[in-house]
């Protein structure tokens, strides 16, 4: 099954989910991103930082992701078919108390 394919059940790689959620403009950005970041996966309770690219992510997943204006901390709704337009990228992701918009997410793909 390809990427294209994908049902929101099922899982996919960090850097894609990144990336089609548009917190960074390229996969080459998010996978940097993630090897020199502390970020954080919560699954079913249990937190580790992730630094491979390659990890999965599945709905219900939360993320802590420390961007330049401050962590964000987000949970995965869903994993998208595409890298589409804003308005379909947000609805990937549920954002939380620590000020997730679109200037969170505009200001780290901005500056790599």
Same mark, same amino acid.
Not at 12 to 40: E, M, N, P, Y
Not at 61 to 72: N, Y
């Given at each position: 099954?390809s990427?294209?394919e ?8 960090l850097?894609?989910?990144?990336w ?7 996969r080459?950005?998010? @996978?940097?991103? !993630?090897? %020199?970041?502390?970020? +954080?996966? *919560?699954?079913h =309770?249990s ?11 599945f709905?219900?997943d939360q993320l @802590?992701?420390? !961007?330049? %204006?401050?962590?964000? +901390?987000? *949970?995965?709704? =869903? ?7 804003s ?11 620590m000020?997730?918009? %679109? ?10």
């Amino acid at each position: 099954m390809s990427a294209d394919e994908q049902t929101s059940t099922e899982g996919l790689r960090l850097d894609v989910w990144l990336w089609r959620a548009r917190f960074f403009k390229t996969r080459t950005i998010a @996978t940097q991103f !993630l090897g %020199k970041s502390r970020t +954080r996966l *919560t699954r079913h =309770g249990s937190t580790r930082i992730v630094k491979k690219p390659g990890t999965m992510v599945f709905p219900g997943d939360q993320l @802590t992701l420390p !961007l330049r %204006k401050g962590p964000v +901390r987000i *949970t995965v709704l =869903g994993m998208g078919y595409r890298r589409g337009p804003s308005q379909e990228a947000r609805a990937l992701y549920e954002g939380h108390d620590m000020g997730v918009g %679109k200037s969170a997410c505009s200001t780290q793909s901005n500056n790599g």
